[in-house]
């Protein structure tokens, strides 16, 4: 039986930068710092947004709607040159585009939320920490490797893509739950994104029959945006890597238990708390790290990618908001993806690639999850949320 096609091809073009703006003076190339370094051979974010466009009219999405994304698109690589012939970045250039073509202009003008901010002086390395990265990803090909290419990572044919929803009534009731149980003991971080993480993790470790059999420790990784941490902070459009991922570390048997939320948001308050004791600590380690043939002492039972807070749903081409949005690379990393919801009622989005039998486990622990909380009952004056 022949293969539907799902896809048809348009038109492939090269789209370049207005040439009467070549000599502008934002830069056409930049040095990379230690934070792009540690990413240098790691699979790039790729990302889809999916739009419904309103008319169904053939030529008008031919004559109008491409010409548009095309101009756009040209004016848009103004501001970003550095890309241009190699167009690999995240949301800032994204919503930078769709800010340009929905408002039709015809000169290349960005306001200044989205404009970036290219000085690399901000990020200090007085350790030479650049020249310890280049050369720990260089021995990683053998004494004789002259390649800082992505490393090629191959798709098992046989992963499925899901998303699940964590709404903010869920948040609602989890957050009343934690802050019932946690009368008593010390404070933890509760904030909406960490309660959903913390469910997250309790999901996955009560769906993993060969975690729960093999590691004592979960390991739950999420990444910490070093922009505003820095001293001094630097700009939010600060173009390039400025992150570091964080694990959070906990019992196995503490998230099978009737506190298991609890028990993984305590773990991610942690973590996160030990940022005020030195963000860059360690830093220096991380060059083992690239170089490391051997396993993790504890594997990450979950990595989060990307961020709610960079409301993906809010990019508007000038035919609303996005229907979907997905992001690809998970498929190669294994990551969880957590954006923002495209209902827009405060919640998120969990998308996730796996194999089919994982992929329905989660599923089944993040309903019986999201039973419990609609179904909270009162136990010894507190509220229990019982995965069953």
């Avoid at 490797?145 to 046989?158: A, C, G, Q």
């Avoid at 998230?255 to 708390?273: H, K, N, P, T, V």
Wanted: glycine share 6%; aromatic share 10%.
């Amino acid at each position: 039986m022949a293969q539907s096609q799902m896809v048809k091809t348009r038109e492939v073009c090269k789209v370049a930068p207005p040439p009467d703006l070549s000599r502008s003076a934002i830069p056409k190339s930049l040095p990379l710092t230690f934070f792009d370094l540690f990413w240098l051979r790691s699979p790039p974010f790729q990302n889809l947004f999916f739009y419904e466009i309103p008319s169904q009219n053939t030529l008008q999405f031919e004559y109008s709607i491409i010409p548009k994304l095309k101009q756009s698109l040209s004016l848009t690589l103004h501001h970003y040159l550095p890309l241009a012939g190699n167009l690999k970045t995240s949301t800032l250039f994204i919503k930078s585009w769709a800010q340009i073509c929905k408002a039709g202009a015809d000169s290349p003008a960005l306001v200044h939320q989205l404009t970036p901010f290219y000085n690399r002086e901000v990020i200090k390395d007085p350790t030479g920490l650049d020249s310890i990265y280049i050369t720990q990803w260089l021995r990683q090909g053998g004494p004789n490797n002259r390649s800082l290419m992505i490393f090629d990572s191959v798709v098992p044919p046989d992963l499925v893509r899901a998303t699940f929803e964590f709404t903010k009534d869920h948040i609602q009731k989890l957050r009343k739950c934690v802050y019932e149980k946690n009368s008593s003991k010390p404070p933890v971080h509760i904030t909406s994104l960490s309660l959903a993480c913390a469910f997250i993790l309790v999901c996955v470790v009560r769906a993993s029959e060969n975690h729960v059999k093999k590691n004592r420790l979960a390991k739950f990784v999420f990444g910490v945006d070093c922009r505003y941490r820095l001293k001094p902070a630097i700009p939010s459009t600060y173009f390039g890597n400025c992150a570091i991922g964080r694990p959070a570390i906990v019992e196995t048997k503490d998230l099978l238990g009737e506190d298991g939320i609890l028990s993984a948001l305590e773990g991610i308050s942690e973590a996160i708390a030990s940022l005020d004791d030195g963000l860059l600590d360690g830093v220096d380690s991380w060059a083992s790290l690239i170089n490391s043939k051997e396993p993790d002492e504890i594997p990450p039972t979950a990595c989060i990618a990307w961020s709610p807070r960079f409301q993906v749903y809010n990019t508007d081409f000038g035919w609303g908001a996005p229907k979907k949005f997905e992001m690809t690379s998970i498929g190669r990393t294994g990551a969880i993806c957590m954006s923002d919801s495209k209902n827009g009622n405060g919640g998120f989005e969990i998308g996730m690639v796996s194999q089919m039998k994982k992929i329905e486990a989660f599923a089944s622990s993040f309903a019986k999850g999201l039973e419990a909380l609609c179904n909270v009952r009162q136990s010894n004056s507190r509220a229990v949320v019982e995965f069953g």
